[in-house]
């Protein structure tokens, strides 16, 4: 590639080989903690957790009828029904008081114990009363209708797996398992400073700090427990002693700003100096975001982002979310994908994989895509407008119209194509 | 269908119209609230919110380089380069004190405001320098590398639509935008009484409530603030009372248990007896969850579900969600949805609209679906099994094997076909 693609590195790394090392590298073991099952949901789970009892702990009523012998009525028609004889009702949550002995039935309501002898219901509407005999006109195997003590869950059974987000039908299955308190992993906690003159105030042309926030609210909704540092000039030394003061305090801790090898490049000087700092890349082959770096101070990952809000945000996906998924060994969560038909045509720049905001809409019950007519990393509108991410690997040169591809849905699908994609705006390359 | 079928209903009412009339009768109006931005993520926009500047507020470096006249590079070239004399610097966030006029350039930085004069940025790798001038090779245009005042977002831009859920993408467009607190709309309060004198402690017989931690925990996923009231016996006039005395604290309250028309008919019975409550529909044709029932009280949806975890979850789907998103007038976001290979068919009951737990797994990377042996309402490990819903429209007698079939997932994708798909469960119908 060419060497104005550079920005002044002198090489870019592939993102592949440098996430590996990242993730290779860090080797952090999270906390974990026992929060109450209800609780839970949204947590990660810490350790593999298993029943603690039978459920259903004894053969309960599937639905409201009479508990019989099945042998009893293993020869019922309608033209010869089982009359039994019934000799009591049991409600669920009642412990059983009666037994059910050959030629008699129980009214049992959905949920109730089974009395002992009893091994079957007949639905009400399966069966006739007759004052205080019940005509069953049609035979029943045993156990039909019942549901068997342990069939649903049986003591020593995994309900949930280390790694596992917990939804709300776990919730569910660890009550019924007996559990009520659960161990989790802490939520990774992330320090984020943002590096800038430009962010502070009094400094005049001050420009507000949208990355800061757009990074928290991002870890916020990944799981983490973001701080918000604050805003440190573009002063290697105050940012080397910020980064050392705080890093005891966090997990993770994320820069933006001060990243570029051009004029400025505070950032990663600052962070070398910083005793056993070791940088684990900086310079990625990504579109946009290609400052971004990394350095690993006692253990601890420092990652560098670019100060534009785009560039963050592929920084995020591209290296923190795999990064927080490591950390609590969690399994990625079903992503919402769908095959799209290219509507105009999207140009990579081989040797990059680039990270392309793209609008995707349904139209004559298809779905098309288009690429924004944007672009630039400072560029947030992009993110207003495209409801979609397509990610662009670096050997491909693009995709044509017609091409079918898949992206990742991050916002509502839109109704028709929208008027915006016919304006162009003038933005830098 | 079936007399069997119906549950002791005289007929199952058609999801879509009871739907559809609980939509139209419940008319509350969620009330708002400010948050500052930061705060915002995850919560839903009561209010069309417009920028209330430009953004960028001037025109700004958009990379590091040199600050030119675009008249005075025209028509330079390797041959022919433009000699420009550097006459000073501007840093992010600095306000530049000094002016370009012909033959001359500035250091600029990225984000650093464009000093009068000036309107062009040659990035540093494309010029060189030689002491106090700098020899442009190639021609810029106007603006070229410039990002424009206003070019972002302008005054008056719609920045995020009402009934938008909050992404961290809106956060920093927000902050861009001059906007710091945001009007979301409240949670909605949503109260659950789980009845069944079965749940109460010192029954005998007693079964753990479930049910009501798996609507607590699905009603924190979707954005609610639910409150478990607690578990009410089977008491017609206790729940009557209870449902009377909490109205006020909630905009929607969930009842469990007590919903069929068999022995016990207990909610039905309690809620009709309250003053000015008006049934909106009862007996659905859904499985499971064909007990599924709501009344309208002072306004306010009493929504009456099955007390088994798999056919209180269907109601969650069926009916909390389009409500909820009705209240706050929520764009539903995007689902994971995928679709998948029939791999074994799955049967439905022509007249009921069926929702399947299922199990996608990927083999020869294609995807494949199985529903689960398991079934029955109550079963709470096919909840812990299946990673997918499949809906089965009411007029569909099923798919056959090798179908395609559009099926939402819940949990990840299994690598190969899991082994508990062998298994089969005698478990009730």
Redesign the interface.
Known sequence: MG??R???FTRLEKYEDALSRLLTQVNITLESEKVL??D???RVVAEDTYSLRD??P?DRA???GYAVKSLDVLSASPSNPAILKIVGSV??????KLTISSGEAA?V?????MPEGSDAVI????AVRKESFVYVLRPAQK??????AG???KKG?L??KRG?T????????L??A?ITEIKVFKKPRVGIINV?????AG?????????G??????L??LGCEPV?IGVVP?DVEEISNTVSRVLRDFDILITTGGT?V???DLVPEALSRIKNANLIFHGINLRPGRTAGAYLIEGKPVLMFS???VAA?VGLEAFVKPLIRKLTEA????????RVRVRRRVTNIVGFKSFFRVVVYRENSELYMEPLRLS?S????T??KGNAILIVDENIEGYDEDDQVSVT?????YKGRPEFLDQE?????
Chains 1, 2 share one sequence.
């Open positions: 060497r104005e550079l920005g002044g099952v209800t839970a949901v949204g459920y259903p004894v599937a639905l409201d409600e669920a949550g009642e412990t059983p009214m309501f959905t949920g109730a114990t639905p009400f509407e399966e156990y039909k209708n019942v549901s068997r069939e649903d869950i059974d309900i949930i596992l917990v939804r709300p039908w776990h919730v569910a299955a009550i019924e007996g800038g003159n430009e962010l502070l400094g005049g042309g001050e420009i507000p700090n949208s990355t926030p757009l990074i928290y609210a991002y916020k909704e918000l573009d570029s051009g004029g400025k100060g534009l809000p945000l399994t990625p969560p079903p992503e919402p994908t769908v630039g400072g560029i947030v509108s993110l207003l849905l991050i916002g509502p699908i705006i003038q933005t830098p390359p």
